[in-house]
């Protein structure tokens, strides 16, 4: 069974779920996180989470997908008046280069088809630059992390719409919106369709901390544990303090609306589609009254994103949005298929190699066993020929000697030696073809036992055959003579002298029968 792990390299904290799949699908083996960091050198603080997650065991897979963390990414939109594949690669290019600010050289891309209107294909395109994706890689392969798929983070939740319960919903499209700690994801596509829609900007819970520091004038950690132990917004406030603490609480919210506002309506504009519902993970969804807020704000009902019943077990159902990315991952990493997203920014120079390092390290395994087939093929062969060749050369000998023995000559070729010995000069050709015996089995293998015939008297010639007989009707004296006439060498079968007996118990008859056969069977026969 294949391991699959999906890897959220978050700013806050990386979390990690692991698959493990199964005869119907899989199962949820291992979820886990650790707090990164939040002074000091991003790939080192990284670097140091990836190092102490890893250690606590438990993570060796497969396949490993992760999503490009921070803001490195960019996002573009595109139409190009093609539906074929081979034309949108060609195409692109040259219309992504006119909307980058630097050379396309410098940059990695990838796209996927959001939709398809008026025989145009409307394109989600991610781009990253090269120095950013090899230094992550870079750290990645320090720690012999190697994953196959590097993706758009907000693509990754195509494969878990189908996963969060909205199989009785109508089909109008749905938001998942990611609110991580320096950067939000937005994805909008219909519950069971490919993605529409997707963005990534910066904002997130780092705001809400940093408008609780200048609140209550405290210092940065101090925030963080007050945001996540008592913050709270809408009606979830409860306490003086939490009410002292709202009005920050939602003036950090307010970048993030800003945004997503933007996103929704340029999604409108571009699909003449409405938003109908906007579901929230991420670690910022954990605070209070949020879902209530966002409604408020947004205009559009809100929801946490409920996910699958299965890693309740693993992840109490409060803490579920901080790993739905990490999930969302996993099952990037187990999808297949038409419906699965492409998405997967290893291109290029940058393409994964694991599978064909495996594959060339068993290629001289592989060479030595192809080569002891041939020879082992070669050397039967060789066998084989041998044996036949011998036998051949016993068969002609054999037949020397027979043709010696009748004609007197030898002959070593069996269709030279045949005719030879079928010709007329042969002794073969002295045997008879027909003899008195061979007729008189004839007539009494052909009488039809159901006619009751007793021959009372045969001639048996070469050339005619005479017969008396009796049987109990005159229908079964027709029944021998149409029996009769059917062999092939009785050309002509005449009846005569047909009556009955005295008594009436049986009638008596006589048969003619004339003999000849077709292609001189009788010009040699002998008596």
């Known amino acids: ?53 890893f250690s606590r065991g438990g993570l060796s897979a497969d396949q490993i997908v992760i999503s490009l963390p921070g803001q490195t990414l960019a996002t573009h939109s595109i139409v190009l008046p093609f539906l074929e594949t081979k034309k949108l690669e060609q195409a692109l290019p040259f219309e992504l280069e006119s909307q980058l ?6 940059v990695v891309y990838d796209y996927q088809v959001a939709a398809v209107r008026e025989k145009k294909s409307e394109l989600l395109v991610g781009v990253v630059r090269k120095e950013e994706l090899s230094t992550l890689l870079s750290v990645l392969d320090a720690l012999k992390i190697d994953p196959r798929i590097v993706t758009h983070p907000a693509i990754a939740y195509q494969n878990l719409l189908p996963h969060l319960g909205l ?22 596509a219909p519950p069971h369709g490919p993605v529409e829609f997707a963005r990534t900007f910066s904002g997130g819970g780092r705001d809400l901390t940093r408008a609780l520091m200048n609140g209550l004038q405290l210092s940065f950690p101090e925030a963080e544990r007050w945001k996540e132990e008592q913050g709270a917004v809408a009606s979830a406030v409860t306490t003086a303090d939490q009410r002292r603490a709202e009005s920050a609480l939602v003036r950090g919210l307010q970048p993030v609306i800003r945004e997503l506002r933007q996103s929704f309506k340029a999604y409108a504009a571009r699909s003449r589609k409405q938003v109908s519902r906007v579901l929230l993970c991420g670690g910022t ?61 290893r291109r290029g120079e940058f393409a994964f190699k694991g599978g064909f390092d495996f594959a060339r390290g068993k290629m001289g395994r592989l060479a030595a066993f192809a080569a002891t087939l041939l020879i082992l093929a070669v050397a039967s062969g060789i066998v084989q020929n041998t044996l036949l060749a011998r036998r051949e050369a016993q068969i002609e000998d054999r037949i020397c000697e027979i043709t010696e023995a009748v004609l007197k000559k030898c002959e070593r070729d069996f269709t030279v030696a045949k005719a030879a010995l079928q010709g007329a000069e042969s002794p073969a050709a002295q045997v008879p073809k027909l003899s008195a015996v061979t007729l008189l089995a004839e007539v009494t293998q052909r ?71 077709p292609n001189g069977q009788e010009e040699t026969p002998q008596g």
Do not use: W
């Not at 291992?30 to 190092?51: F, I, K, N, P, Y």
């Not at 409604?295 to 992840?315: H, S």
């Open 285 to 345: 969804a954990r605070l209070a009254g949020i879902v209530e807020q966002l409604t408020r704000d947004l205009g559009i009902p809100c929801a946490l994103a409920a996910l699958p019943g299965e890693l309740t077990a693993k992840v109490p159902v409060d803490e579920q949005p901080t790993v739905a990315q990490a999930y969302a991952l996993a099952l990037r990493g187990m999808a297949a298929g038409s419906k699965a997203p492409r998405f997967n920014f």
């Open 1 to 53: 069974m294949a391991r699959v792990l999906g890897l959220d390299l978050g700013s806050h904290s990386v979390k990690a779920v692991l698959f493990e799949t199964t005869m119907r699908g899989h199962q949820t083996r291992t979820v886990t996180a650790v707090l990164r960091a939040q002074e000091g050198d991003r790939s080192e603080t990284l670097r140091a989470a990836l190092t102490e997650l």
């Open 101 to 106: 600010p630097f050379d396309l050289s410098e």
């Open 447 to 517: 009488i039809p036992p159901s006619s009751k015939v007793q021959i009372e008297n045969i001639e048996v010639g070469l050339e005619r055959i005479s017969l008396r007989a009796s049987t109990e009707s005159t229908k079964s004296v027709d029944e021998v003579t149409e029996a009769l006439k059917k062999y092939e060498c009785f050309s002509e079968v005449q009846q005569r002298k047909v009556e009955r007996s005295r008594d009436g118990s049986k009638v008596n008859f006589g048969l003619d029968i004339q003999v000849q056969c």
């Open 167 to 188: 199989a009785a919903d109508p089909p109008d499209p749905i938001a998942v919106v990611d609110i991580g700690h320096e950067r939000t994801c937005v994805c909008i």
